[in-house]
């Protein structure tokens, strides 16, 4: 095996390319997939007007119909997951009892107040 070494030139060449590249959004990629999609120019046409590989646009096309094949077949899970959803109902839960201890506290302060009539001299 021959090994190659890379000048400092190109090493250089290297990182500014890979600094300089373009990041894309979802809504980018999704409107890039379907224009491919929609085949009014080739995919070849396509990634060379956008400045993307064919290999890439492939790997989001496919991304973009697995995303929603899942989401058709609701396989996706919620945003939250269960435990989030457990923690914040035991949250509520005990909120709740504060709110009904509070009520219940100023009930018997108001009953003590009027009882008392306020003499206590």
Not at 79 to 95: G, H, P, Q, S
Request: proline share 1%.
């Amino acid at each position: 095996m021959r090994k190659t070494t890379k000048s400092p030139g190109e090493k250089i060449v290297k990182d500014i390319k890979r600094a300089t590249r373009k990041h894309y959004s979802s809504e980018e990629k999704i409107r890039i997939v379907l224009d491919g999609l929609r085949g009014e120019d080739s995919i070849a046409e396509l990634c060379r007007r956008e400045g993307i590989s064919q290999g890439l646009y492939y790997k989001w096309s496919k991304d973009f119909m697995e995303a929603g094949k899942k989401r058709l077949a609701g396989d996706t899970a919620r945003a939250a997951n269960t435990d989030e959803v457990k923690e914040l109902r035991r949250e509520a839960k005990d909120l709740k009892e504060v709110v009904a201890e509070q009520t219940l506290e100023l009930r018997l302060l108001k009953k003590s107040m009027l009882g008392d009539g306020g003499d206590d001299a």
